[in-house]
Structure formats: structure tokens, C-alpha cells
């Protein structure tokens, strides 16, 4: 356990530029699709509830099927990004729009619920984003990596199948956790 906590360190330690740009991306498509959701019209705002609204009530299968699909889509785009350097803003732009997205949910929940909304956004985006932002920030962090030093082996792809892991499991939280918790709250 000591080894891997030691390895992670390293390779937070030897890429951390690519993981600040990451990261910076992310937190500029959050506060953008929060600062977004908190601008639209009422009439916008009754139409993205009776979307969001049917995402949940769609059932456990569809959404699974669904959270499933646009992770394989999300994590395949970003991996392919890595094959050259024309990926390099493409994986930049990809973790934007994610924060982006996530932001928007997130900012449209609590600005149309209130302090609900605080509570149905804990409920709904935070559980399965905890597994599914980590993965996207390392595999984007691998992609912006891999076309400067020409490193496509192994290593990369076992990182990107890692991090699509926690992804998956992300999506299984989603469809079966986060439809289960707003009943809860």
C-alpha cells in the first residue's frame, strides 16, 4: 500500500502541469454551466426541469444504459485524444465541457430549489462525479501527456482503462444510488 500511495506521489509530482491545466479547465467549466444555469428564463428554466425530471423518473435500466453509453463515448473520445497532437486541445476542451455540464446541473438544481436543491445536488451529481471527475482528470492529463513525450504503450492505455473503471462504476451509482436518493431527501 506504501509503494502505491509512494508511486501516486511521484506521478502527481512529475506531471503536475498537466494536472493544474486540467484542473483549472474543470473549474472554469463549472463556474461557466453554474453562472449559466443561474441566467436562464423562467420558460428555459420550466423546460430543462421537465428534462431533468425525466432523466430520473426514466427508471434504473435506461438510465444505466444511458450514464453507461456517454461514458464509453466521454472516455474513448478523451483516450483517442491522446494519439496526437491535435488531441491536445480537444482533451482540453472535452474536460470543459464535462465541468461545464456538471456546473450546469448542479447550479440549475439549487437555483430553481434552493436550499432543497443544495440537498437534491448532493443527493444526485456528487456521488457518482466522486468516481468519474478523478478518472477524467487522469486520463486527460495522460492524453495531453502521451503525443509530447510519445508514450502510447501499455502504461497509457492500462491508466485509461483504470480510470474508465471508476468510470463505469460511476455510471452504476448513477443509475441505481442517485435515482434511489432524491426519495431519500
Same mark, same amino acid.
Not at 450546469?104 to 436550499?115: D, E, I, K, R
Not at 457518482?128 to 492529463?141: H, K, M, Y
Not at 471508476?166 to 435515482?179: K, N, P, Q, R, T
Given at each position: *500500500? ?5 508511486? %501516486? ?13 486540467? &484542473?483549472? =479547465? ?12 443561474? =441566467?436562464? #428564463?423562467?420558460?428555459? #428554466? $420550466? /423546460? ?8 430520473? $423518473?426514466? /427508471?434504473? +435500466? +435506461?438510465?444505466? /444504459? ?20 491535435? +488531441? ?10 464535462? /465541468?461545464?455540464? &456538471?456546473?450546469? &446541473?448542479? +447550479?440549475?438544481?439549487? #437555483? ?7 440537498? &437534491?445536488?448532493?443527493?444526485? $451529481? ?11 482528470? $487522469? ?23 483504470? #480510470?474508465?473503471?471508476?468510470?463505469? *462504476? ?6 441505481? %444510488? ?8
Amino acid at each position: *500500500m506504501r509503494a502505491i500511495g509512494y508511486g %501516486l506521489f511521484l506521478h502527481l509530482r512529475d506531471h503536475r502541469a498537466y494536472y493544474l491545466i486540467i &484542473v483549472f =479547465l474543470l473549474a472554469v467549466g463549472l463556474s461557466c454551466g453554474a453562472s449559466t444555469a443561474a =441566467l436562464i #428564463s423562467t420558460d428555459a #428554466s $420550466v /423546460g430543462w426541469s421537465t428534462v431533468l425530471g425525466g432523466t430520473v $423518473v426514466s /427508471g434504473q +435500466g +435506461g438510465v444505466f /444504459g444511458r450514464a453507461l453509453w456517454r461514458e464509453v463515448r466521454f472516455f474513448a473520445l478523451l483516450a483517442l485524444c491522446g494519439l496526437g497532437f491535435a +488531441g491536445i486541445p480537444a482533451a482540453a476542451l472535452l474536460v470543459a465541457v464535462r /465541468g461545464f455540464i &456538471v456546473g450546469f &446541473v448542479s +447550479g440549475f438544481l439549487v #437555483s430553481n430549489l434552493g436550499a432543497d436543491g443544495l440537498l &437534491v445536488t448532493l443527493a444526485t $451529481v456528487v456521488p457518482q462525479n466522486l468516481l468519474i471527475l478523478p478518472g477524467t482528470l $487522469v486520463t486527460a492529463a495522460c492524453a495531453m501527456r502521451a503525443p509530447v513525450c510519445k508514450q502510447w504503450g501499455r502504461r497509457y492505455w492500462l491508466t485509461v482503462g483504470v #480510470s474508465f473503471g471508476g468510470a463505469l *462504476m460511476g455510471a452504476a451509482i448513477e443509475a441505481f %444510488l442517485s435515482v434511489w436518493l432524491p426519495n431519500v431527501v
